[in-house]
């Protein structure tokens, strides 16, 4: 049934319809690996924020970068399904060829547009917390070395919610497993400065 289905389109349906089910194979892939971390795309990288923030979207740069192969993929998917699905409201092919290509187009300006604005929102999000933590309490979790000669971790909560952050000190002592801190300054967006509150044995 199936082929004699391929059997009677066109040559243009076939090319159509090839493009189309290749780019929505391809997209599919992409999608697959982009959550298990592995992007088939090298233009568009997804970092793991350690400190439990989420994915960090600002190295995205699917959504700056016009000529890579995911943008490509999108306007392939967008321009063959609507060639395809306006064979009969656009029963001129030349005119149809057009329009499809201005929706492949739109479709890639769209995702571009929409990576630029997830982007916006994390960065927003990340300069959000980093001020907020400032004050926050919380407990070390790796040793912290003395006077700032090496880094340790450190769980604090912010708006609720508990993130693990690098921490310093400059306390004369390291601040072991356990000790209660306050964080003091935010070194960088990974690194916290930490003085101790009080002290618990574990």
Same mark, same amino acid.
């Given at each position: 049934?199936?082929?004699?289905?391929?059997?009677s /389109?066109?040559? /243009?349906?076939?090319i159509l319809?090839?493009?189309?089910?290749a780019?929505?194979?391809v997209?599919?892939i992409q999608?697959?690996?982009t959550?298990?971390?592995?992007?088939?795309d090298?233009?568009?990288?997804v970092d793991?924020?350690?400190s439990?923030?989420?994915?960090?979207?600002?190295?995205i740069?699917?959504?700056?970068?016009?000529?890579?192969f995911r943008?490509?993929?999108n306007?392939c /998917?967008?321009?063959?399904?609507s060639?395809?699905?306006?064979?009969?409201?656009i029963p001129?092919?030349?005119?149809?060829i057009?329009?499809a290509?201005?929706?492949?187009?739109a479709l890639?300006?769209l995702v571009?547009?929409?990576?630029?604005?997830?982007?916006g929102?994390?960065?927003?999000?990340n300069?959000n917390?980093h001020?907020?933590?400032?004050?926050?309490?919380?407990?070390?979790?790796?040793?912290?070395?003395?006077?700032?000669?090496?880094?340790?971790?450190?769980?604090?909560?912010?708006?609720?919610?508990?993130r693990?952050?690098?921490?310093?000190c400059?306390?004369d002592?390291? /601040?072991?497993?356990?000790t209660?801190?306050?964080?003091?300054?935010?070194?960088?967006?990974?690194?916290?400065?930490?003085e101790?509150?009080t002290?618990?044995?574990?």
């Amino acid at each position: 049934m199936i082929a004699t289905w391929w059997a009677s /389109l066109s040559v /243009l349906m076939k090319i159509l319809w090839g493009i189309s089910l290749a780019a929505t194979l391809v997209f599919v892939i992409q999608s697959i690996m982009t959550f298990v971390g592995a992007d088939a795309d090298s233009n568009f990288d997804v970092d793991v924020d350690t400190s439990m923030d989420g994915a960090d979207l600002s190295n995205i740069d699917g959504g700056s970068n016009l000529y890579t192969f995911r943008n490509f993929v999108n306007f392939c /998917l967008g321009f063959g399904w609507s060639a395809i699905l306006l064979e009969e409201s656009i029963p001129n092919v030349a005119l149809r060829i057009v329009v499809a290509v201005l929706i492949g187009i739109a479709l890639v300006a769209l995702v571009m547009w929409m990576f630029k604005w997830l982007a916006g929102m994390q960065q927003s999000g990340n300069i959000n917390v980093h001020k907020s933590a400032v004050g926050c309490e919380g407990k070390v979790y790796l040793t912290i070395p003395a006077n700032r000669s090496g880094e340790g971790k450190v769980q604090i909560t912010i708006a609720g919610a508990v993130r693990e952050y690098n921490a310093v000190c400059e306390s004369d002592k390291p /601040l072991p497993t356990g000790t209660s801190i306050r964080v003091v300054e935010v070194v960088n967006s990974n690194t916290m400065l930490v003085e101790e509150t009080t002290t618990y044995t574990v």
